[in-house]
């Protein structure tokens, strides 16, 4: 837990720094706390029993342990993913609202749309907004220029005068 919290430390450190910056600092501090935390890992595995509950957890990282390093090269990313978890308690997972999605389908889409809402509200996007104008726009708006229609690209479209119009 302390070379965990060492890591957390440097994330405290670094943060609202620019991506670039956070890849310096993280490569000279917390690279070589992750090589150790690393190799203090695999030696667990190797003096605990197979099948022992903490080599289970232990394995579950080392086998996604290129992910889990993904913060080290790209300022961009997170160590952790809280910011995430925290955009989706407005949403209430594993109720029985989700019996209402029909099939596996509906649920992929009703996935899709809690993505496309909370992505709005993390860029503080009215959602409704968002969507009603996006709909209104999409079939005439050209294929290679969707990424405006984003929610960190969009801006509403100005209403038209009907005076002007005519």
Known sequence: MRRIDALFEIERAINGKSAAERVETRQKQSRP????LHAYLREQVLRLSRGHDL????????????????FLDDGRVCLSNNAAERGLRG???GRKSWLFCGSDRGATRAA????????????????QAWLADVLSRIADHSAHR?????????????????AQAA
Request: hydrophobic residues 50%.
């Open 33 to 36: 706390l992750v090589e150790d």
């Open 55 to 70: 080599v289970k957890a232990i394995n579950y990282i080392l086998k996604r342990w290129p992910a889990f390093t993904l």
């Open 91 to 93: 949403i209430a997972l």
């Open 112 to 127: 899709a749309m809690y993505s496309l809402i909370i992505t709005c509200k993390m860029n503080r996007v009215d959602p």
């Open 146 to 162: 969707l990424d405006e229609l984003a929610p960190w690209n969009w801006t509403p479209e100005a209403p038209v005068n009907s």
